[in-house]
């Protein structure tokens, strides 16, 4: 039985390239996926405490679409430097904002990509993930 709801939307004509084609430069990623999500090691700049931060795949579809996630009530914050988010996570040494990892769409596509290759994500998921996302954004005024 196939159940393939989403076969008819063109996420390639939104943008967004994640089922298409398996690019090399997913072999280049050193972040660690898990089942939780894309897992980061963020060195405190203020204390030098090391914080190992896991961002949800939900949150990681968000901004891939560039969209700004939120993470337990608080919205990530963005870094216009980087051209990226920040996860809203503090340093489990001094409290201070981490100030890593940075989140691109880029980044979080490449993310994507590899937790579909590794069989963490399904694509399908992902894509509902994205339609939920923007039947929300549409309904904010
Ligand atoms: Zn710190």
């Not at 969209?67 to 920040?86: A, F, H, K």
Request: proline share 6%.
């Amino acid at each position: 039985m196939a159940n393939d709801d989403f076969s008819d939307i063109d996420v390639h004509g939104q943008g967004f390239g994640v089922l298409h084609g398996g690019g090399t430069d997913s072999l280049e990623m050193k972040d660690k996926v898990t089942q939780a999500g894309p897992e980061c090691v963020s060195t405190c700049i203020h204390c030098g405490t090391g914080n190992r931060v896991i961002i949800s795949w939900e949150e990681v579809v968000a901004v891939s679409i560039q969209m700004v996630p939120v993470s337990d009530n608080r919205p990530w914050i963005y870094t216009p430097q980087n051209g990226g988010m920040l996860p809203p996570t503090t340093c489990r040494g001094c409290h201070e904002q981490l100030q890593d990892p940075v989140v691109t769409p880029d980044r979080g596509e490449r993310w994507l990509k590899k937790g579909i290759q590794s069989g963490i994500l399904r694509a399908p998921w992902v894509q509902q993930k994205i339609l939920e996302f923007r039947r929300g954004a549409a309904q904010h005024r």
